[in-house]
């Protein structure tokens, strides 16, 4: 073989590589750029995966106590800086462990927002049969629509969807259960606006309000008609920063609080539990500073009591179908913070285990059985047949028909 042809032969193997290397480099780029280079389908799949990872990652502890110890942390470190340059730079330069978590944490928010731009479709838990949230967001994509909207209204970039004119007509003529994606439980405190810290509006989300965010009787019914009727896959216990109905309990308990009116010691005896589990829980910790415990610890006894009466509930949560998860408000900053989902699975399971939890009676099941059975019925008869679709009088006319007809209602 002559020389020239070892030439062309060696410089074609150089471009070959150099190909290859723009193929990786590219690649590369679009992967840490979090940029999808799939079709269609896969990028949907892809998302209902990053879904779950996510919720398989541990959730960062929002916890007084975490704060705390940090704090401790911090004051039992040395002032006095190193004279030794290597000690220096190791202060002043994350190391790699540190900057792979952030360029994880960073990824997870990226895929987070895709998630929640995709959520107009079905999620693979909704094919389940005998699933009553079918053609719901699952649990997962609801939270993550929540988290979204939250960022928005705390970065300031609130969009006000389904506050317009269209959506109070939609209001008039459909089935809030066929659009809300979340209930969320929170206070009656006029500083928790629920669907503005959300970014959310009209049939997004199934709201009750009490003073302290209680889990009574009354609140409990509420929360199954929220999950079992208007079908919202995902439950938010939400406490807030500067609660005065925790606080007020709190200094009741510590022996300085003030006559209360006639019917205010039944509405917040719910409270009285969790103050005192939270002072036990941090024995060191006196005077206002343990009401964010207190607060928090409030958010769990609620979850835990409604476990406790509403078997329902335990039931959608067991099977996947639905979430309930637990989340702090501050008032100062309008940050939703969620707490660890791993908690309220941990309450679960001890609920389960008690004798005393409230079971589902023959007449519920049977009750329940009927209400999916008539919701199944009444979305076959709303779907159209191939023959009335051909005679439907155009969409126009349609709609006036609908708007005319005082025998409408809803729900």
Same mark, same amino acid.
């Given at each position: 073989?002559?020389?020239?042809?070892?030439?062309?032969? %060696?410089a074609?193997?150089?471009?070959?590589?150099?190909?290859?290397?723009?193929?990786?480099? *590219?690649? $590369?780029?679009?992967?840490?750029?979090g940029?999808?280079?799939?079709s269609h389908?896969?990028?949907?799949?892809?998302?209902?995966?990053?879904?779950?990872?996510?919720?398989?990652? !541990?959730?960062?502890?929002?916890?007084?106590? $975490?704060?705390?110890?940090?704090?401790?942390? *911090?004051?039992e470190?040395? !002032?006095t800086?190193?004279?030794d340059?290597?000690?220096h730079?190791?202060?002043?330069?994350?190391?790699?462990?540190?900057a792979?978590?952030?360029?994880?944490?960073?990824?997870l928010?990226?895929?987070?927002k895709?998630?929640?731009?995709i959520?107009?479709?079905?999620?693979?838990?909704?094919?389940?049969?005998?699933n009553?949230?079918?053609g719901? !967001?699952?649990?997962?994509?609801?939270?993550?629509?929540?988290?979204?909207?939250?960022?928005?209204?705390?970065?300031?970039?609130?969009?006000?969807?389904?506050?317009?004119?269209?959506?109070?007509k939609?209001?008039?003529?459909?089935?809030?259960?066929?659009?809300?994606?979340?209930?969320v439980i929170t206070?009656?405190?006029?500083?928790?606006?629920?669907?503005?810290?959300?970014?959310?509006?009209?049939?997004?989300?199934f709201?009750?309000?009490?003073?302290?965010?209680?889990?009574?009787?009354?609140?409990?019914?509420?929360?199954?008609?929220g999950?079992?009727?208007?079908?919202t !896959?995902?439950?938010?216990?939400?406490?807030?920063?500067?609660?005065?109905?925790v606080?007020?309990v709190?200094?009741a308990?510590?022996?300085?609080?003030h006559?209360?009116?006639?019917?205010?010691?039944?509405?917040?005896?719910?409270?009285?539990?969790?103050?005192?589990?939270?002072?036990?829980?941090?024995?060191?910790?006196?005077?206002?500073?343990?009401?964010? %415990?207190?607060?928090?610890?409030?958010?769990?006894?609620?979850?835990?009591?409604?476990?406790?009466e509403?078997?329902v509930?335990r039931?959608?949560?067991?099977?996947?179908?639905?979430?309930?998860?637990?989340?702090?408000?501050?008032?100062?900053?309008?940050?939703?913070?969620w707490?660890?989902?791993?908690?309220? %699975?941990?309450?679960l399971e001890?609920?389960?285990?008690?004798?005393?939890?409230?079971?589902?009676?023959?007449s519920?099941?049977?009750?329940?059985?009927?209400?999916?059975?008539?919701?199944?019925?009444?979305?076959?008869?709303?779907?159209?047949?191939e023959?009335?679709?051909?005679?439907?009088?155009?969409?126009?006319?349609?709609?006036?028909?609908?708007t005319?007809?005082?025998?409408? *209602?809803?729900?």
């Amino acid at each position: 073989m002559s020389n020239k042809t070892n030439q062309i032969i %060696f410089a074609g193997y150089i471009i070959l590589m150099v190909i290859v290397a723009a193929i990786f480099n *590219s690649q $590369s780029t679009t992967h840490s750029d979090g940029e999808a280079v799939t079709s269609h389908a896969e990028t949907v799949v892809s998302a209902e995966q990053h879904a779950t990872d996510t919720a398989e990652q !541990p959730v960062a502890d929002h916890s007084p106590s $975490s704060k705390t110890q940090t704090a401790d942390a *911090s004051h039992e470190q040395d !002032p006095t800086p190193s004279d030794d340059p290597a000690a220096h730079k190791e202060a002043v330069e994350p190391d790699a462990d540190t900057a792979k978590q952030n360029e994880k944490l960073a990824m997870l928010s990226q895929a987070l927002k895709k998630i929640a731009e995709i959520d107009n479709r079905k999620p693979i838990i909704s094919e389940q049969e005998g699933n009553p949230f079918a053609g719901k !967001p699952s649990p997962d994509l609801a939270i993550a629509k929540l988290q979204q909207g939250n960022d928005r209204f705390v970065n300031g970039e609130a969009i006000h969807p389904n506050l317009d004119a269209a959506r109070l007509k939609l209001a008039a003529i459909e089935n809030q259960g066929d659009h809300a994606y979340a209930t969320v439980i929170t206070c009656s405190d006029s500083r928790v606006p629920v669907e503005a810290l959300f970014d959310a509006g009209i049939m997004d989300i199934f709201v009750i309000r009490v003073a302290g965010n209680v889990c009574d009787v009354d609140e409990r019914g509420s929360i199954e008609y929220g999950l079992a009727h208007v079908h919202t !896959p995902v439950l938010v216990v939400l406490g807030h920063t500067q609660c005065g109905a925790v606080t007020a309990v709190t200094h009741a308990v510590q022996g300085h609080g003030h006559p209360l009116e006639r019917n205010i010691p039944d509405l917040v005896a719910n409270i009285e539990p969790a103050v005192k589990k939270a002072m036990d829980l941090n024995p060191d910790i006196k005077g206002d500073d343990i009401i964010p %415990f207190a607060i928090e610890e409030n958010v769990w006894t609620g979850i835990e009591e409604l476990f406790m009466e509403s078997p329902v509930t335990r039931d959608f949560v067991k099977k996947g179908f639905a979430k309930v998860v637990g989340a702090i408000y501050d008032v100062g900053t309008g940050k939703v913070s969620w707490l660890p989902e791993d908690k309220t %699975f941990e309450i679960l399971e001890k609920v389960e285990a008690s004798p005393e939890k409230a079971v589902i009676s023959d007449s519920e099941e049977s009750s329940a059985q009927k209400n999916h059975e008539e919701t199944s019925d009444q979305k076959k008869q709303e779907e159209p047949s191939e023959q009335e679709s051909q005679e439907a009088p155009p969409a126009e006319d349609a709609q006036d028909k609908v708007t005319e007809d005082p025998a409408v *209602s809803h729900t």
